[in-house]
């Protein structure tokens, strides 16, 4: 009777929530454990399956509890919501992740390597970069803006706002203001130079990975996203066809239907949102390259469609090419009629 047959693992910085219950689905643990007791205390337990929410130090721990022999499980956030009953505790989260884990029909997060969960740190520090480049320079445009000062959209253009604070003989900027938009313009600089060299290391790592070269053969995808696929789409056969994989990315239009009418509305924006960005921002700049149109499928959407609505179905398709890759180990062939209307 008090054999446990599963665990549910709720995570936390200090304090984390263990609830164990039976074959009989009998609560048989129910305790806090301190971070340094964690591993001691499932290092004395046979092998279990435990379940846990996919956050951001779940892989960490799912690594570390594999290593002890468990059979380690990540559950989607979302996933585990729907079984959590009334207020919303750290208990209540493990007793509803160790009922999750439990269904035979729930979907799990497959496990990252170290590699693998080191690549996505690159990214998330790239990110982070940039979106503090771009408020800098949304700050600075904003500030000589007061003064008069202004120059077109787009980052192309910062430089000219730089060289106008540089200049001392520019009396349209006062003194002061170019003394404090000089310091924001040494911090823009000292992010250009970090992100150059996170780019730089990415570029890398594409060229040692035979399977982030692969799928820089697709249209639309570069190093940085190929090495970003790489890292987080840990395992491909998770994934049933390449249509299940662009829904995981939100980029099916979302479903809602009632009385058997099914309503088709705008893209669900589920999953990954990085993922997604980078997948649209790469259909964008094949849709406005010289070759946009070589394609006849392409051809056709731009002609009966907003380009922003072509670069996502464009997104969408590429996710579906990128899961045949990654499943098939083999770079990316055009179709016939591609290689034909390009030549």
Same mark, same amino acid.
């Given at each position: 009777?008090?054999?446990?047959?599963?665990?549910? +693992?709720? +995570?936390?910085?200090? *304090?984390? @929530?263990?609830?164990?219950?039976?074959? @009989?689905?009998?609560?048989?643990?129910?305790?806090? $454990?301190?971070?340094?007791?964690?591993?001691?205390?499932?290092?004395? +337990?046979?092998?279990? %399956? =435990?379940?846990?929410?996919?956050? #951001?130090?779940?892989?960490?721990?799912?690594?570390?509890?594999?290593?002890?022999?468990?059979?380690?499980?990540?559950?989607?956030?979302?996933?585990?919501?729907?079984?959590?009953?009334?207020?919303?505790?750290?208990?209540?989260?493990?007793?509803?992740?160790?009922?999750?884990?439990?269904?035979?029909?729930?979907?799990?997060?497959?496990?990252?390597?170290?590699?693998?969960?080191?690549?996505? *740190? =690159?990214?998330?520090?790239?990110?982070?970069?940039?979106?503090?480049?771009?408020?800098?320079?949304?700050?600075?445009?904003? %500030?000589?803006? @007061?003064?008069?000062?202004? *120059?077109?959209? #787009?980052?192309?253009?910062?430089? @000219?706002?730089? &060289?106008?604070?540089?200049?001392?003989?520019?009396?349209?900027? /006062?003194?002061?203001?170019?003394?404090?938009?000089? #310091?924001?313009?040494?911090?823009?600089?000292?992010?250009?130079?970090?992100?150059?060299?996170?780019?730089?290391?990415?570029?890398? %790592?594409?060229?040692?990975?035979?399977?982030?070269?692969? $799928?820089?053969?697709?249209?639309? *995808?570069?190093? =940085?996203?190929?090495?970003? $696929?790489?890292?987080?789409?840990?395992?491909?056969?998770?994934?049933?066809?390449?249509?299940?994989?662009?829904?995981?990315?939100?980029?099916?239009?979302?479903?809602?239907?009632?009385?058997?009418?099914?309503?088709?509305?705008? =893209?669900?924006?589920?999953?990954?949102?990085? +993922?997604?960005?980078?997948?649209?921002?790469?259909?964008?700049?094949?849709?406005?390259?010289?070759?946009?149109?070589?394609?006849?499928?392409? &051809?056709? $959407?731009?002609?009966?469609? /907003?380009?922003?609505?072509?670069?996502?179905?464009? &997104?969408?398709?590429?996710?579906?090419?990128?899961? &045949?890759?990654?499943?098939?180990?083999?770079?990316?062939?055009?179709?016939?009629?591609?290689?034909?209307?390009?030549?």
């Amino acid at each position: 009777m008090n054999t446990i047959t599963r665990i549910g +693992l709720d +995570l936390a910085k200090s *304090v984390f @929530e263990v609830h164990a219950v039976n074959a @009989e689905e009998q609560v048989v643990h129910h305790r806090s $454990l301190r971070r340094a007791q964690v591993l001691k205390w499932f290092a004395k +337990l046979p092998p279990f %399956l =435990i379940g846990m929410e996919a956050c #951001g130090t779940a892989h960490h721990w799912a690594r570390e509890l594999t290593q002890l022999g468990h059979q380690v499980r990540l559950i989607p956030p979302a996933y585990v919501k729907a079984y959590l009953r009334r207020n919303k505790t750290d208990a209540a989260d493990a007793a509803a992740i160790c009922e999750a884990v439990g269904r035979p029909s729930m979907r799990f997060v497959p496990i990252r390597s170290v590699e693998q969960q080191a690549t996505t *740190v =690159i990214h998330k520090a790239r990110e982070m970069l940039v979106k503090q480049r771009t408020m800098i320079t949304n700050s600075l445009r904003g %500030l000589l803006a @007061e003064f008069g000062v202004t *120059v077109p959209e #787009g980052p192309r253009h910062v430089s @000219e706002l730089t &060289a106008r604070v540089a200049d001392p003989e520019d009396t349209t900027i /006062p003194s002061g203001t170019r003394v404090a938009l000089s #310091g924001m313009i040494e911090v823009l600089n000292t992010l250009n130079e970090k992100i150059a060299g996170l780019e730089t290391r990415i570029r890398a %790592l594409v060229r040692e990975n035979e399977g982030m070269r692969r $799928l820089q053969t697709i249209p639309g *995808v570069g190093p =940085i996203l190929a090495s970003a $696929l790489a890292a987080i789409v840990t395992d491909p056969r998770h994934f049933d066809s390449g249509r299940d994989f662009a829904a995981s990315l939100g980029l099916v239009p979302r479903q809602d239907g009632t009385g058997g009418k099914v309503k088709l509305g705008r =893209i669900s924006k589920r999953g990954n949102g990085y +993922l997604r960005r980078l997948l649209v921002n790469g259909a964008t700049a094949v849709l406005n390259s010289k070759n946009g149109t070589s394609d006849p499928w392409r &051809a056709r $959407l731009l002609k009966t469609k /907003p380009r922003k609505l072509a670069a996502v179905a464009l &997104a969408n398709k590429t996710a579906r090419i990128v899961w &045949a890759v990654m499943m098939r180990g083999e770079a990316y062939r055009p179709s016939t009629a591609t290689v034909a209307t390009a030549g």
